[in-house]
């Protein structure tokens, strides 16, 4: 995987978070997720805006890509920032579903850019 492509939804994360995420077996929530009481996710067209709003001044940032298909009936699409519509995954999201990671960086302009993909 070398860009989002679509049928995957994106989780942010640290590398830190991935590194306990593949030695616990289980993605961490952070403190959005356990507010709202699910998965915080993207889908491709929306990771730029979520990384910049939410992960700006992140160093080490990672697009975890998850199947769609993969997460089931507990994917829902709810609305959220003026009434455009999120992926949100009510449950526990294994380790073992992440299909690809991508690793990011910043780049002109504050995007964040796809500089490689890491093995899962």
């Given at each position: 995987?070398?860009?989002?492509?679509?049928?995957?939804v994106?989780?942010?994360?640290?590398k830190?978070?991935?590194?306990?995420?593949?030695?616990g077996?289980?993605l961490?929530?952070?403190?959005?997720?356990?507010?709202?009481?699910f998965f915080h996710?993207?889908?491709?067209?929306?990771?730029?805006e979520?990384a910049?709003?939410?992960?700006?001044?992140?160093?080490?940032?990672?697009?975890?890509?998850?199947?769609?298909?993969?997460?089931?009936?507990?994917?829902?699409?709810?609305?959220?920032?003026?009434?455009?519509?999120?992926?949100h995954?009510y449950?526990?999201?294994?380790?073992?579903?992440?299909?690809?990671?991508?690793?990011?960086?910043r780049?002109?302009?504050?995007?964040?850019?796809?500089?490689g993909?890491?093995?899962?």
């Amino acid at each position: 995987m070398k860009t989002f492509e679509e049928g995957y939804v994106y989780r942010l994360a640290s590398k830190e978070e991935w590194e306990a995420a593949q030695s616990g077996g289980t993605l961490p929530w952070n403190a959005d997720d356990e507010r709202d009481g699910f998965f915080h996710l993207s889908r491709p067209d929306q990771v730029q805006e979520t990384a910049r709003r939410h992960y700006g001044e992140a160093l080490g940032l990672l697009a975890l890509a998850l199947r769609e298909a993969d997460l089931g009936k507990d994917l829902k699409w709810e609305a959220s920032h003026g009434g455009e519509r999120f992926p949100h995954y009510y449950g526990e999201v294994k380790a073992d579903r992440v299909a690809g990671v991508l690793r990011l960086t910043r780049g002109m302009g504050n995007n964040f850019l796809v500089v490689g993909d890491l093995a899962k």
